[in-house]
């Protein structure tokens, strides 16, 4: 089996599995663990930030951020298929209370006149705007590596109202090797930025909050009452410190995703968009079939990938697949719609 279905399913590989065993660890809770601070001083580095902090999830890092820029009641900017709303179980209402206001964005980020169209000020019936969430490489539009042009003048336009930036960067390193920028141009427009290991990166698990210290230091809190707190984590931070050093990597994993659009352009009834990162977006309508019927014959030709519509399924590369994998995928895909 292939399992195209989404970079989470990397593996830890050899090297990974000796710096977890042999990781010097302590009890982070009391701020001893020195590979996960090493972790933590790196990506901050890395990102240009003050300050990171070590998440099991994406997703958690997202709803601390959010829960620490934001008060109860406020209102959150951010694009209608952004995952903090698509994906996250309604945690934006569940952990911070906020109430959304979804913006219909051509790429997944908001011009700055939609930002001011949908700022509220605060008044006496008016919640007001707390934060606007910006997501890049976007992940619900197909991988599209946002330009940090357009990162920058949303940003400016909610900062000029007061209104802090968080970036849900899961794959930021993505856009940035799509892009062929340094990632502080994208994440020195945002107040606080997330980021995944366990993703193109390779780690088994782990993700990094990174801002300034005192959002850190917040954040540090809001993880702990979110159930967080963690003890001898460098046995998964070591890890995490190879995963940085695995971006150059993802540019074959791009190529792969060219190589693999181009492959199933040619299948009968396959629709292909062209893939900006490493997602790959197939509209099956052609084949006469539903996303679900065509995921179940690609299964039995021995090929994963998943729903991304009624008639959209998303292919996704990643490090732990090879040339030859991504022409067997193609090869399994077309002599199964033959
Ligand atoms: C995967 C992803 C997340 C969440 O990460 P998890 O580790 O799966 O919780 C957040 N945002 C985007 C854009 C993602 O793709």
Redesign the pocket.
């Known amino acids: 089996m292939i399992d195209c279905r ?1 970079d ?1 399913v990397t593996t830890p590989d050899e090297h990974m599995r000796e710096t977890a065993a042999s990781a010097d660890v302590g009890d982070d809770v009391y701020g001893e663990d020195p590979t996960v601070n090493e972790l933590e001083r790196r990506a901050a580095e890395r990102v240009g930030m003050d300050a990171a902090l070590f998440v ?7 709803q601390i951020a959010v829960r620490v820029h934001t008060e109860r009641g406020q209102e959150v900017l951010t694009d209608r298929k ?3 709303v698509k ?2 179980l309604g945690g934006l209402a569940q952990h911070a209370g906020l109430q959304v206001r979804m913006l219909d964005t051509e790429r997944g980020v908001p011009t700055p006149e939609q930002v001011a169209a949908g700022y509220v000020d605060e008044d006496l019936h008016r919640p007001g705007t707390g934060l606007l969430t910006l ?1 890049n ?4 539009r197909g991988g599209l590596a946002i330009d940090p042009d357009a990162i920058a003048a949303a940003a400016e336009a909610a900062h000029e109202r007061d209104v802090p930036v968080h970036l ?4 930021v390193f993505n856009a940035t090797t799509a892009l062929d920028v340094p990632v502080t141009d994208i994440t020195d427009h945002a107040d606080s930025v ?1 980021f ?1 290991l ?2 193109g990166l390779g780690a088994p698990v ?2 990094m909050l990174a801002g300034d210290a005192d959002f850190i230091e917040r954040a540090r809190r809001t993880r702990k009452l979110f159930g967080g707190g963690m003890r001898q984590i460098g046995i998964v931070a070591g890890p995490g410190l190879d995963a940085l050093e695995n971006v150059s990597d993802l540019a074959a994993d791009h190529d792969r995703a060219d190589r693999l659009a181009a492959g199933l352009a040619d299948v009968d009834g396959f629709d292909v968009s062209d893939p900006e990162t490493n997602i790959v977006l197939a509209d099956v309508a052609g084949t006469g079939l539903d996303a679900e019927s065509v995921l179940e014959r690609l299964e039995s030709a021995g090929v994963l990938a998943t729903q991304f519509g009624p008639t959209t399924i998303r292919f996704c590369t990643h490090r732990d697949l090879d040339d030859a994998d991504i022409e067997a995928v193609i090869d399994r895909v077309t002599t199964a719609f033959e």
Do not use: I, L, Q, W
């Not at 099991?56 to 997202?62: D, E, K, R, V």
């Not at 849900?168 to 794959?171: E, P």
């Open positions: 989404s989470t099991p999830t994406g997703t958690m890092g997202n952004s995952h903090v994906y996250e997501e490489t976007h992940n619900a849900d960067g899961a794959r997330m995944c366990s993703k782990g993700s």
